[in-house]
Nanobody, 123 residues
Framework: QVQLVESGGGLVQPGGSLRLSCVTS????????MAWYRQAPGKQRELVAA????????YADFVKGRFTISRDNAQNTTVYLQMNRLKPEDTAVYYC????????????????WGQGTQVTVSS
């Protein structure tokens, strides 16, 4: 069974930190690059950060120096996003998926996303 379960979101003040987790099930995630995406109200989903199977990372310019992505491939691949120095504009629902996300769709034959985790940055 293929599953993506994101957690760790919440309400935080500007300048605060959160650590998001994404627990996966299904072999497809351990053999693919993974990424965190986010979608703010009224906006399209965008890539935040990605990590290859070998641990190489890349980040969107708007989070460079503030966010850190990592992965643990033991048993069930888990992908983490450490978010520091959060800003109000980081408010969004955060999702994890393969990088690029269309890999999941191609392998499953349908578009699949987890439920996401809400991050709200507000004073």
């Amino acid at each position: 069974q293929v599953q993506l379960v994101e957690s760790g979101g919440g309400l935080v003040q500007p300048g605060g930190s959160l650590r998001l987790s994404c627990v996966t099930s299904g072999n497809m995630f351990s053999i693919n690059d993974m990424a965190w995406y986010r979608q703010a109200p009224g906006k399209q989903r965008e890539l935040v950060a990605a990590v290859s199977t070998g641990g190489k990372t890349h980040y969107a310019d708007f989070v460079k120096g503030r966010f850190t992505i990592s992965r643990d491939n033991a048993q069930n691949t888990t992908v983490y996003l450490q978010m520091n120095r959060l800003k109000p504009e980081d408010t969004a629902v955060y999702y994890c998926n393969t990088d690029p996300s269309r890999i999941t769709s191609l392998l499953l034959g349908y578009d699949y996303w987890g439920q996401g985790t809400q991050v709200t940055v507000s004073s």
